[in-house]
């Protein structure tokens, strides 16, 4: 029976979910700098990239690039894949993900739940990258089967898709976001956020994160872990990495990404990526030479569910050289850091407080 008066809250779409994430404080400084999360995986398909998905898709069908019964194609690490998965079974398109062997397998079982055709690479026996050769699989279909091909480093609508995000930061905190950290692949999640927070007024530094090993910012090429961000040499950067809009780039490897994912995981009880752990070990480092009173946000773009095999695998970091206790200990250094430096702000606001009363009692008698 209906009751008079209640407004339900129920969507009908996986899609309609997309958006409105939590912001989580990871911790403070004494001087009252603060460093929060944005929960990204907190989407349906559990990454921020299902925002970027809908918005290309959307515009692809209002440009005609996508008609009724359509056909997408894109190479992937995961995460895009799995948003154009949803938005292509609510619409219904067929898709199909370009992937490599870099992929995280729960991302292309996730692809594969949802109805995606999945096209494997394989570069191992050439010189040229996985990445590069997935972008070149994936064009190739394109051109033989008419299929879409939403071309994610390069199409405008990946960034447009993260001004809902820029909204939210607006409308949950009551100061500015002063600085905004994310890791880069294409570019699309920082970028776009960091240009709608200063079309809406906000003042602040983007500081791009990328994998030592990834060649966007000019660092020597070399081998990571890190899924999703970065570009290994050879790979043309795409226009979405708006230079201009970026303040500072930082590289962090994949040994201190990873520890400070599972010393998160291990302190606050939530999983987050590895690029998040990237983003969040950079956040750590700055937050204590920031103005005090700063607001800090990291864009957590996925959760560690996606690495229970990889980075939450003790035997695999091990055997790829990447598990440290040492790095562990340091990240959980900050922490105490932080914690301590709280503890003595509050003593020294008790200790002010109780002179002010003494001042005022003797003045009194
Ligand atoms: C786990 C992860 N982190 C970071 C990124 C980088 O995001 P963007 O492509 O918006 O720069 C991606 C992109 O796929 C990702 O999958």
């Not at 995961?78 to 397998?105: C, I, K, P, S």
Request: aromatic share 6%; proline share 3%.
């Amino acid at each position: 029976m209906t009751r008079l008066g209640v407004r339900e809250n129920v969507v009908r779409h996986a899609s309609e979910l997309i958006g409105a994430t939590p912001l989580l404080e990871l911790t403070r400084t004494g001087a009252g700098s603060r460093l929060l999360l944005k929960l990204e995986q907190f989407n349906p398909t559990g990454s921020a990239k299902v925002r970027m998905a809908r918005e290309m898709v959307l515009q692809a069908e209002r440009d005609g690039a996508l008609r009724p019964g359509g056909h997408i194609v894109e190479p992937t690490s995961g995460n895009t894949g799995t948003g154009l998965a949803l938005m292509a079974l609510e619409r219904g398109y067929t898709f199909t993900a370009v992937v490599d062997g870099h992929a995280a397998q729960d991302k292309v079982r996730a692809m594969k739940a949802m109805g995606a055709q999945l096209v494997r690479v394989d570069s191992a026996d050439t010189d040229v990258p996985s990445t590069v050769e997935r972008r070149r699989v994936a064009a190739e279909i394109a051109a033989a089967t008419g299929a879409y091909r939403p071309d994610q480093h390069n199409n405008p609508h990946n960034n447009a898709g993260y001004r809902e995000l820029a909204g939210e930061l607006r409308a949950d905190l009551s100061t500015d976001v002063d600085y905004l950290l994310g890791a880069v692949g294409t570019g699309g999640s920082l970028c776009g956020t960091v240009e709608e927070l200063r079309r809406l007024g906000s003042r602040v530094r983007a500081i791009a994160i990328e994998p030592v090993g990834s060649i966007i910012f000019g660092g020597p090429a070399g081998r990571y872990w890190q899924t999703g961000a970065g570009s290994p040499a050879g790979f043309p950067v795409g226009g979405n990495v708006k230079y201009a809009a970026i303040d500072e780039a930082c590289q962090v490897g994949d040994v201190d990404a990873f520890a400070t994912a599972r010393v998160v995981a291990r302190r606050i009880g939530i999983l987050i990526g590895g690029t998040a752990g990237a983003a969040v070990f950079a956040a750590l480092r700055r937050l204590v030479q920031l103005p005090a009173g700063s607001t800090a946000v990291v864009l957590v773009c996925d959760a560690g569910e996606k690495y229970l095999d990889t980075v939450y695998d003790e035997d695999w970091l091990l055997a790829r050289g990447l598990y440290s206790e040492a790095a562990q200990q340091r990240v959980h250094r900050l922490f105490d850091a932080y914690d301590a430096s709280l503890r003595l702000a509050a003593a020294d606001a008790r200790r002010a407080e109780f002179d002010d009363d003494r001042a005022l009692a003797k003045t009194g008698s």
